[in-house]
């Protein structure tokens, strides 16, 4: 009995490649049963990764509740007030000074009292420098925290997109 004309006409031979192909790759074809498991996988991966991005953008951009940027905004405006002050304390010596140097000798001290107010001056002016640099950089990570909660809700959308691929 030939079992090609059993079935509607196939070729015995290309029946017998079939069931050889199918016999000398059967380690390919198991893997291939997992193929949803490791897509649901890797789908998680990509949600959890998604997740972390997310609260590493809020740390940084905030929540409402502040975050790194705030927090270095806070700084800066502290700084400010700090050099403001500094400021207006330079601006008293050096009137201190100049009234001293009208005293009859008084010059000495007059002289020390002003190299103290231009050296104080130059402190407060690095401080307003701090201050305008920590602005960038507060403004810099409210950008990079921006960046990293939309990469979050990509990566979330992707796993959601893999995870359901095979289901």
Aim: hydrophobic share 45%.
């Amino acid at each position: 009995m030939d079992l090609g004309k059993l079935v509607g006409g196939l070729n015995a031979k290309d029946i017998d490649k079939v069931i050889k192909l199918i016999t000398e790759n059967k380690d390919v074809l198991a893997a291939l049963e997992r193929l949803p498991q490791l897509f649901d996988s890797f789908g998680e991966g990509l949600e959890a990764a998604g997740g972390r991005a997310r609260e590493a953008g809020a740390v940084l951009v905030g929540d409402g509740a502040g975050g790194v940027k705030d927090a270095l905004g806070d700084v800066a405006t502290s700084l400010g007030g700090i050099s403001a002050a500094i400021s207006k304390g330079v601006d008293r010596l050096a009137d201190v000074a100049e009234g001293l140097g009208r005293v009859p000798m008084a010059d000495g001290p007059a002289k020390s009292i002003a190299s103290a107010a231009k050296e104080i001056g130059g402190a407060g002016s690095a401080l307003d420098d701090l201050s305008g640099s920590l602005e960038t950089i507060a403004a810099l990570l409210a950008k990079v925290g921006s960046a990293l909660e939309q990469l979050g809700d990509k990566l979330d959308e992707s796993g959601t997109q893999v995870k359901g691929f095979m289901g």
